[in-house]
């Protein structure tokens, strides 16, 4: 069974600093990434995607894939109260279409 | 800019009753999703449709749940009768191709007493 791991969190961090969040997946057939941040009692928004290995930056946020060792990270510069959230990964796999989460990672960045 | 439409926001139902969901996609998307979400956990896909067509409904609970889209536009998400572990958020995105994007509607919450 395809399956996508994060640590539940939460990920304590003082405003300013930078947050790291990490992901697994098993399934070495997993084609891209995908981090979404989503604030309580809301829906998921897209942060970005990333294909192939190495980093990818868009603003604050780098995302990270290592395919070889089969996961995926978020580092989230100067972070900011608005920052907090939970961040989900999810990995789509290239036999399909459908894209599995992981459970998401709790960050509270503080003031 | 275009958005996932849902409704309703909320739903508060008890066990046994029939509920219904709406989701219309953002215009030309022509792949609509349908996840549930439980709290503390990833949304899990129920079931997937290219236009009209399902395409991967393998996690949907058939002798409850059905899904619908016929005009291959918006769709209604049914489940008859909900019982209490059915409580979550119904989320519903949208894409333009199966290979791109997700977007995502603000959800239902859906609690069953």
């Known amino acids: 069974q395809k399956e996508v791991e994060q640590n539940s969190g939460p990920l304590s961090v003082p405003e300013g600093a930078i947050a790291s969040l990490n992901c697994t997946y098993s399934?070495?057939?997993?084609?891209?990434f995908f981090w979404y941040r989503q604030y309580s009692g809301k829906s998921p928004e897209l942060i970005m995607f990333?294909?192939?290995?190495g980093d990818k930056e868009d603003g604050r946020f780098t995302a990270q894939l290592n395919k070889a060792s089969q996961y995926v990270s978020l580092l989230i510069r100067d972070s900011q109260p608005s920052d907090s959230a939970t961040y989900l990964c999810a990995a789509r796999w290239a036999a399909g279409n459908k894209l599995t989460f992981g459970g998401g990672t709790r960050v509270l960045v503080k003031p | 800019e275009a958005e996932v439409a849902q409704s309703p926001r909320y739903k508060i139902t008890e066990k046994s009753q029939a509920v219904a969901f709406w989701c219309d996609p953002i215009s030309g998307h022509a792949t609509l999703y349908w996840y549930r979400q439980i709290l503390g956990q990833g949304p899990e896909l129920l079931v997937q449709f290219q236009d009209e067509s399902v395409v991967d409904d393998s996690q949907l609970p058939k002798d409850r749940f059905s899904a619908e889209r016929l005009k291959g536009v918006d769709s209604t998400l049914k489940i008859q009768p909900a019982e209490l572990g059915d409580s979550a958020m119904y989320l519903c995105?949208?894409?333009?191709?199966?290979?791109?994007?997700?977007?995502f509607g603000p959800g239902t919450r859906l609690l069953v007493l």
């Open positions: 995105a949208s894409s333009p191709r199966p290979q791109e994007t997700q977007y």
């Open positions: 399934d070495r057939g997993s084609q891209s």
């Open positions: 990333i294909y192939s290995n």
